[in-house]
């Protein structure tokens, strides 16, 4: 297979360059996948802001990697070509570790403090940096405290404040006594019982069938199916607590700058970019020719047209081409006139089958080291050979 992925890169390279319309990519899309086009989203920016807010609500950091053509795209390791999955179950699930942290930790050790040391380790467990994983286990244990008190069966204000303050000192973290009595508490403390009806001994030799509570044969089951049942009750108030607290302080939303869309843009359609800004710069000016070159825009007319309708020489009107718009149309022949010297190969130039380029030293040569009498024998050389004679 390492063997062949070159050549599936060369036959998917070579089949994207079939793309008709300025299509120039093939990608790995999924069905149900749509695909927006650049000119809808150039029209429309809000569009375009709407639609990457959604997708870092969602878990994406930043969007541009779902951009075609976009450094940041993935790449198909086999065929070379972008690729466009979203690995959301993984990225919900991460998301929800403080949540699920928070909900085990109120199990094992019961209260505020197991609440928040539960969403402070689901937190690191999700990649998120120590001190934003403190910040969420305190926001955490804080919020389990207020929440508490809230939910109390006390009426007043104050009683529900004596609520909340009780539940955040109900248990010392650094207390060895009051973090074992919790733990005892806990789902891998205490003993899972169920209701089971059994003779009970009333005394006198007189026995009456009861219902009681029996331990379950299978403790070490219970509690740990006990410790990881998200949907029971009593998880629902630490798990929106641990939620919050890690919304709070890191909401994975990622603002979309100004500059994150221009360079989306710029690498998605180099040549669109730098047309949109070519108007920003003053006309006539280096930049607004250099936008123009970038942009693939060509002079309407070549050399010869533009000196007979100017006025100009020849060469005047080639080297107003090379200079303003960096390319040298030869369809007539001639010298080349432009920026760089005689081997930078810096004047882009669009030639047709068959024309044959003569280098720089070749011309001077011709005129004994003369450019300009070297230039005039290649002209006469030219017509001649035009004209069928050697």
Same mark, same amino acid.
């Given at each position: 297979?390492?063997q062949?992925?070159p050549?599936?890169k060369?036959?998917a390279?070579?089949?994207?360059s079939?793309?008709?319309y300025?299509?120039?990519?093939?990608?790995?899309?999924a069905?149900?996948?749509?695909?927006?086009?650049g000119?809808?989203?150039?029209a429309?920016p809000?569009?375009?802001?709407?639609?990457?807010r959604?997708m870092q609500?969602m878990?994406i950091?930043n969007?541009?990697r779902?951009?075609?053509?976009?450094?940041l795209?993935s790449?198909n390791?086999?065929?070379g070509?972008p690729e466009f999955?979203?690995?959301?179950?993984?990225k919900?699930?991460?998301?929800?570790?403080p949540a699920?942290?928070?909900?085990v930790g109120?199990?094992?050790?019961?209260?505020?403090?197991?609440?928040g040391i539960g969403?402070?380790?689901g937190?690191l467990a999700?990649?998120k940096?120590f001190?934003k994983?403190?910040?969420?286990g305190?926001?955490?244990y804080?919020?389990s405290?207020?929440l508490s008190?809230?939910?109390?069966?006390e009426?007043?204000?104050?009683?529900?404040?004596?609520e909340?303050r009780k539940?955040?000192?109900?248990?010392?973290?650094?207390s060895?006594e009051?973090?074992?009595?919790?733990f005892d508490?806990g789902s891998?403390?205490?003993t899972?019982t169920?209701?089971?009806?059994?003779?009970?001994d009333?005394g006198?030799?007189?026995?009456?069938?009861?219902?009681?509570?029996?331990?379950?044969e299978?403790?070490?089951?219970?509690r740990?199916?006990?410790?990881?049942?998200?949907f029971s009750?009593?998880?629902?108030g630490?798990?929106?607590v641990?939620?919050l607290?890690s919304?709070?302080?890191?909401?994975d939303?990622?603002?979309?700058?100004e500059?994150?869309?221009?360079?989306a843009?710029?690498?998605s359609?180099?040549q *669109?970019f730098?047309?949109d800004?070519?108007?920003?710069y003053p006309y006539?000016?280096?930049?607004y020719?250099?936008g123009?070159?970038?942009?693939?825009?060509y002079?309407s007319?070549?050399a010869?047209?533009?000196?007979?309708?100017?006025?100009i020489s020849l060469a005047?009107? *080639?080297?107003y081409?090379?200079?303003?718009?960096?390319?040298?149309a030869a369809?007539?022949g001639?010298?080349v006139?432009g920026?760089?010297?005689?081997?930078s190969?810096?004047?882009?130039a669009r030639?047709?089958d068959?024309?044959f380029?003569?280098t720089?030293?070749?011309?001077?040569?011709?005129?004994n080291?003369d450019r300009?009498l070297g230039?005039?024998?290649m002209?006469d050389?030219?017509?001649?050979?035009e004209?069928?004679?050697?």
């Open positions: 297979m390492n062949m992925m050549v599936l060369q036959q390279d070579g089949l994207a079939l793309g008709r300025g299509d120039s990519y093939i990608v790995h899309a069905e149900g996948e749509t695909v927006i086009p000119e809808i989203l150039d429309n809000q569009l375009r802001e709407d639609l990457f959604q609500m878990g950091k969007p541009n779902y951009v075609v053509g976009n450094s795209n790449i390791p086999i065929t070509q999955y979203y690995k959301k179950l993984f919900a699930f991460k998301r929800a570790l699920l942290g928070a909900i109120s199990r094992i050790l019961p209260g505020a403090a197991g609440t969403a402070g380790l937190s999700s990649g940096s001190g994983s403190a910040l969420i305190g926001g955490t804080l919020g405290g207020i008190g809230l939910t109390s069966d009426k007043t204000i104050g009683g529900k404040l004596g909340a539940a955040l000192t109900e248990v010392n973290p650094f060895k009051e973090v074992t009595k919790a508490k891998l403390g205490k899972y169920k209701k089971e009806m059994m003779p009970v009333k006198a030799g007189i026995a009456i069938i009861e219902e009681v509570d029996v331990p379950f299978n403790q070490a089951f219970q740990v199916a006990g410790t990881l049942n998200p009750r009593d998880a629902f630490p798990g929106i641990g939620a607290a919304e709070a302080v890191d909401p939303i990622q603002e979309t700058s500059e994150q869309i221009n360079e843009k710029r690498l359609d180099p *669109r730098a047309y800004q070519v108007s920003e006539g000016s280096d930049r020719y250099g123009l070159r970038e942009s693939g825009v002079p007319m070549d010869e047209r533009l000196a007979r309708s100017t006025g005047q009107a *080639r080297a081409l090379a200079s303003k718009y960096g390319v040298m369809a007539d001639g010298e006139i920026p760089g010297t005689g081997t190969d810096s004047i882009p030639l047709s068959g024309e380029v003569m720089a030293e070749a011309v001077r040569n011709a005129g080291g300009d230039a005039a024998r002209y050389m030219m017509s001649r050979f004209n069928g004679r050697a």
